[in-house]
Every structure is written in structure tokens, then in C-alpha cells.
């Protein structure tokens, strides 16, 4: 298992990267509620039916297992699953946009829309170059 290409590297650097971001919401969610521009309210003053600490850790553990799996495709060169990140990581970007820019959202927010349309932009250019050398 290594990786082939520069498409490759793209997926496995954001696996890496989302791997990493789990486990420190794992570990403690209120890091990653500060890093999004999120008001960080002690565990004791939270109000009972407030879920937001255990939203953020299930998010984590879907950060983590996704990283798991563009870091598998990365090392197993599942070129198939590397064009189908560009559009849906497009839509991510697009949603998280519209949740800053409609006010739902913080400001720090958009920092996630942007990191995947990155993500996506680099993949889809590195599989475009790569199939124009075939």
C-alpha cells in the first residue's frame, strides 16, 4: 500500500487532516467549538437538554471515520472514489457557506466550506492533469 499519484496525496493529506480533527473532538469537543468560532460554555453551566457536546463528539467520530477511509482509498489508489469527492465536497462547501452567510453560522465556519472546496479543487485538478498525461 503506498500512494500513486497527486491525486492520491490530496485524498490521504485531508483523511490525515480529518483523522486528527476527530480525534482532538474526541478527546475534548470544546477545542474544536473554539476553532469554528463557537461560544465555549463550560460542561457545568450547560443546560440540561443542551446536546451540543455530545453533537460535537458524534461529528468527531464521523470526522474520524471518514478520515479512515480517504486515507485507505489513498493508500489502495480507489481512483473512482476520488472523483466522486469533488462534487460532494463542492456541496459541503456550498452548505457551510450558506449557513455563514445566511447567519446560522460563525464567521470561523466558513474555514470548513473552505478547506473542502480546497480539497476539492485540488483533487479534480490533479485527476484532470493525471488523465491529460493517458
Keep these: 500500500m503506498k500512494i500513486h499519484n497527486a491525486a492520491g496525496w490530496t485524498i490521504f493529506i485531508f483523511g490525515f487532516l480529518a483523522i486528527v480533527l ?35 463528539t458524534a461529528s468527531s467520530m464521523a470526522s474520524f471515520n471518514v478520515g479512515i477511509y ?15 469527492t469533488v462534487p460532494f465536497r463542492t456541496l459541503t462547501f456550498i452548505v457551510f457557506t450558506t ?16 478547506w473542502e472546496f480546497a480539497g476539492a479543487i485540488a483533487t479534480g485538478i490533479a485527476l484532470y492533469l493525471e488523465n491529460q498525461k493517458k
Design 99 to 114: 449557513l455563514v452567510i445566511s447567519g446560522v453560522a460563525p464567521l470561523k465556519f466558513l474555514g470548513i466550506g473552505l
Design 22 to 56: 476527530g480525534l482532538v473532538g474526541l478527546i475534548r469537543p470544546e477545542i474544536l467549538l473554539s476553532i469554528l468560532g463557537f461560544e465555549v460554555i463550560e460542561r457545568a453551566q450547560r443546560a440540561a437538554g443542551d446536546y451540543t457536546i455530545v453533537f460535537m
Design 70 to 84: 480517504y486515507v485507505f482509498a489513498a493508500l489502495n489508489d480507489v481512483r473512482i472514489f476520488y472523483r466522486w
